[in-house]
């Protein structure tokens, strides 16, 4: 089977600038999860989806972020505007009900 | 709450001689724990889990770790370190709802493995 995928691979945009990140899990996983790892810091949990419900929005970090998942398919991740400490790699998993999620490749975010 | 800690950020060890990675969790119930790695410009790849049957698991790649619950450690060892293991390791923590996972899991801060030749 696929895996999760994560669409672009990097992304390197100016302070102030809007960027999208996109996730497609895997077929048939109705979890999708969001994380980040800012530089040096641990991973953090950003947002849980069931199927196109959010479950838990807990990390988000403020406003600026929104997180979609239409259809309870692919989701998407849109920073706007995004600043300087938004910097970092976006993973991006799923999974079946109750059991472990599958980790994609992540975004790599520069932002300038 | 959970949470996990990891010591030691960065850890270098000889090609051959044991590793050994720290971690220790924190949960006010049953937990599962993991061990993820993340080679250079790669993903997140399992490593191994512990979902509460046996305390010592194994995983791929040689390594293993053992569940011990008075010390709240998950700590993971490879007897034998080759080149092809230096990475990023992170130890995980989640919710064990009635033997299924649930919901996120908690990462700790990683810890760095060099190997020298």
């Known amino acids: 089977e696929a895996g999760v995928t994560q669409f672009p691979s990097h992304s390197v945009i100016e302070k102030g600038q809007t960027v999208t990140l996109r996730c497609d899990p895997i077929?048939?996983?109705?979890?999708l999860y969001w994380y980040r790892r800012v530089m040096g810091k641990e991973i953090k949990f950003l947002l849980h989806?069931?199927?196109?419900?959010?479950?838990?929005e807990s990390g988000m970090p403020n406003n600026r972020f929104l997180a979609e998942r239409t259809g309870g398919t692919y989701s998407t991740l849109k920073v706007q505007p995004a600043e300087l400490e938004d910097s970092g790699v976006y993973f991006c998993?799923?999974?079946?009900?109750?059991?472990?999620?599958?980790f994609g490749p992540g975004t790599r975010l520069l932002v300038l | 709450a959970q949470s996990v800690t990891q010591l030691g950020s960065h850890v270098s060890v000889s090609e051959g001689a044991l590793v050994l990675l720290r971690c220790n969790y924190s949960s006010s119930v049953p937990p599962y724990l993991f061990w993820y790695v993340q080679y250079p410009n790669q993903g997140l790849q399992l490593l191994l889990k512990?979902?509460?049957?046996?305390?010592l698991v194994k995983g791929i790649n040689g390594f293993e770790a053992e569940f011990k619950k008075s010390e709240t450690s998950f700590h993971l060892t490879k007897p034998s370190a080759h080149m092809s293991d230096a990475a990023e390791y992170f130890c995980a923590v989640a919710y064990n709802q009635g033997g299924k996972l649930g919901g996120k899991l908690i990462f700790g801060q990683g810890t760095e493995l060099s190997v020298k030749p």
């Open positions: 077929s048939g996983h109705d979890n």
């Open positions: 989806f069931v199927k196109e419900s959010k479950q838990d």
């Open positions: 512990y979902t509460s049957a046996a305390t």
């Open positions: 998993a799923s999974s079946q009900e109750g059991r472990i999620p599958h």
